[in-house]
């Protein structure tokens, strides 16, 4: 006979949030190298809907895209929140894709994108811009 070893349900929670985005996977958190930039990305994710969002802890500041393609910035610490303490850095040069977004991690910031466009922002020190 054998064993079948279960998994408790944080385990497996910890494992699908930790574990690198595909793009069928419905989210995914990641830093910069830095850790000055965090991310997460969603797709079709339940009540949340789809979106690509990142901040900067300083100077705080934000950016939300949605998947119709409007962005929302904003400035100062009501903006901004705690990443989840198990997050993995992307390392420079590195991008992570999750359903219809897309972001790369480079030294001059976090540029994120609708992959069917290519449009979206990058955000880093110097603040918010469009790409």
């Not at 494992?15 to 965090?38: D, E, Q, Y």
């Not at 303490?85 to 590195?94: D, E, I, V, W």
């Amino acid at each position: 006979m054998r064993r079948i070893a279960l998994l408790p349900l944080g385990l497996l929670l910890l494992l699908a949030v930790a574990s690198p985005a595909t793009g069928a996977a419905k989210r995914s958190f990641f830093l910069s190298p830095s850790g000055n930039i965090s991310c997460e990305l969603h797709w079709k994710d339940g009540s949340l809907g789809s979106f690509a969002y990142c901040q900067t802890r300083s100077p705080a500041r934000s950016a939300k895209l949605r998947s119709t393609g409007t962005l929302k910035t904003c400035t100062g610490a009501k903006c901004i929140g705690d990443p989840p303490s198990n997050a993995k850095k992307l390392a420079y040069g590195h991008r992570r894709t999750v359903g219809g977004f897309r972001c790369t991690s480079r030294t001059t910031g976090m540029t994120c994108v609708r992959t069917s466009t290519g449009k979206g922002f990058r955000i880093a020190v110097s603040g918010v811009r469009r790409v």
